[in-house]
């Protein structure tokens, strides 16, 4: 191989890499949003909630997986899920879909019932607790709480969400520029914003006159 292809290569590799970091991070998001009504209520199982440094969340839930999997402990720990869901960003005039953690600090794990005493429990309260990230469960004195089945569903409901939620960086009352259409340049105060069609109304002022006019969020800009 000459030295120009060996470059070729190396460079095809370096660039493949984050692709399948990617990917991987795509997949693994996947899983755990489409986690099924049975696993997620199956008897004899409990969900948990653990605290854990900011930003650190997904770093303990590979963490804890990549244990699992090397102690064997499949039997004890079934599922370990970062709640987030999609959020629509607008921001310098572009839309684009990101993740949202809905707890940050905090991750979700399924595990069988943690019980004092009892030495399946103490092992799999172990290989949690001593995970790099995790500062403790949830708990009421020593003994963590397990959430309710529906407080569970409420969570990962929110999940499977097929509409992705709005964030604008503008509220009602908020000034504004309008940057694209017939408007544009015209500053105005936001009136009302509606999430789920995508626009703002926004009331400017027009040869003197107060005028309401709708928008799409694309086209306006705070302040």
């Known amino acids: 191989m000459s030295d120009n292809q060996r470059l070729t290569s190396d460079t095809e590799q370096e660039e493949a890499q984050p692709r399948r970091r990617r990917r991987r991070k795509d997949e693994d998001l996947a899983q755990q949003e489409q986690l099924s009504d049975e696993e997620i209520k199956a008897p004899g199982r409990n969900w948990y ?32 899920v970062v709640p ?8 310098d005039g572009q839309r684009r879909t ?9 991750v979700l794990v399924q595990t069988i019932e943690l019980r004092e005493g009892d030495p399946a429990s103490d092992e799999a309260w172990h ?3 001593n995970t790099s990230g995790v500062t403790g469960f949830v708990s ?17 409901r929110a999940m499977r969400m097929d509409q992705p939620r709005v964030r604008v960086g503008f509220t009602v009352g908020s000034n504004v520029r309008i940057n694209d259409g017939p408007f544009e340049d015209l500053v105005g ?6 999430t789920e069609k995508g626009k703002v109304r926004v009331r400017v002022s027009m ?10 969020f694309l086209q306006v800009e705070k302040l």
């Open 49 to 80: 909630f653990l605290h854990t440094y900011s930003g650190h969340e997904n770093k303990v839930r590979n963490a804890i997986k990549s244990t699992v999997e090397q102690m064997d402990a499949k039997d004890k720990i079934f599922n370990v």
């Open 189 to 194: 105060t936001v009136e009302d914003i509606n």
């Open 207 to 216: 040869l003197g006159r107060e005028t309401p006019v709708e928008l799409d």
């Open 140 to 156: 009421s004195g020593n003994r963590p709480v397990p959430l309710s089945q529906d407080e569970v569903s409420h969570i990962l």
């Open 98 to 106: 990101v993740k949202r953690k809905l707890y940050p600090g905090y």
């Open 84 to 91: 987030t869901e999609d959020e629509i960003e607008i921001r």
């Open 127 to 129: 290989l949690i607790r």
